[in-house]
């Protein structure tokens, strides 16, 4: 099927472009500032899910901003791939524009403007990414999204978040320059094009090409696109914690992160394609470099006190899910990968949004200190035990779909490794998870450390945590509205 030329995809990255515009241009009325961003994200999703029913049907939609060289265009496309990654963050984005707002001024943070303006620029870039046509449109928003998000890493500008934002943006312009930009000109030399394939069977390569070139330009592809934070080009993501709790939510689940396992798996599916991964023995390899990470980021994680250190680390693992159900090659072990850039955004959100009520309630960062704090924040540690069986992939929740497709998908290429790797890191899920849910329940404070005077955040923090814990509950119920996406991919 020809794809059908629509503008709609235009006024989707529009949007957040116009509103990082209105909030500079309000910054000075607080309450006109958090409008702006509040309609830029609503257009943008209100406009995304206006593309459901064509993409559903089958169609493929498409539009042309620059013609450079023949096969060599910036344009977008929005297809059933696009709207897992797109549906997700735009949707997410409006439920972060309240709960920024509470976190804000609940701690009366300096440059909020900015904050907002840089947070409506890297969904800019996320967007742009999800609906890039070919691999240069990819490329350039994948760097933008790296440029404006590091104002909001190094937001408190203090030493620690100097730092953390040098290194944060030292490794993914540095890999994106040195490893893709190479292998992007060297595909150009040998396709002839830059255009995503058709269907995810064929990829873009001719044949004739000698193996070793094709497995070195997929390597640098996979290794290139460091936002999905394989090791060992992981460490930026603990070191970007210095950011404020809605930056790390961003990064963890909206935007950065999915930018890069979304990318990493775009450039597998419809650059090299299933049939060039297969007759090259590529995609097993990949499975098991991956769970590496899967396994040593859960042990990283089960030593880290700083609650927001072991969800940096937790996100570090779960997205390696995402590589390693496309690499299995099998229906079933994509579709896991692919849910799980849907799943993981909802559940990974919840769970450092409710670090930041946390922190704003009671200025407590550390696991050992939140004893008992779940009977003073009940809504709090409700929505995060949910996302927490999300994470471990416990029914009913969001998770659990993720590891049925990808526990059948492991059994499909009948690899018994990659099923261990999958029930080792469950354990280890629920080794670094359930103790946080037991202790804020069922433990006891500290002498002279009472929580009576604790409670709930903010409802512009709350609401928004308790929203998103219900939507894993309910996907992982009725994972029917993704799955039909699914369809039209594998």
Known sequence: MQPVTDPRLVLAILAPLIGAGLVMATGKRPNVREACSFLAATTLFGITASLVPQILAGQRLHFTLLELLPGLSVSL??????????????FLWVLTVFYSAGYMRGLQEHEQTRFNACFALALFGAIGCAFSDNLLTMYLFYEIVSICTYPLVMHHQDEESYEGARKYLTYLTATAKGLVLPAMVLIYVYAGTLDFADNIRTGILPGGIHDGIVTALYACCILGFAKNAVMPFHNWLPSAMVAPTPVSALLHAVAVVKVGVFSTVRVMLYVFGVNTMDGLNLGLPTAYFVSFTIVVASIIALSKDNLKARLAYSTVSQLSYVILGVALLTPRGIDGGLIHIANHAF????????????????????????????????????????????????????????????????????????????????LLNAAYFAPVVYQAFFGQPAEGDSHHHHGEASPAMVIPLTITAVISVLIGLYPQFFERFLKLIT
Not at 77 to 90: E, G, N, T, V, W
Request: net charge positive.
């Open 77 to 90: 496309r929005a297809d059933a791939l696009s709207m897992i990654f797109a549906l997700s963050a735009s």
């Open 347 to 426: 559940s990974k959100i919840t769970l450092f949004f409710c670090a930041g009520a946390i922190y704003v309630a009671t200025h407590k960062k550390n696991i050992s200190e939140m004893s008992g704090l779940g009977r003073a924040m009940p809504f709090t540690f409700g929505a995060f035990a949910l996302a927490s069986l999300s994470m471990i992939g416990a029914p009913p929740v969001a998770g659990f779909v993720s590891k049925w497709y990808l526990v059948n998908g492991a059994f499909d290429a009948g690899s018994v490794a990659i099923l261990l790797v999958l029930l080792t890191s469950t």
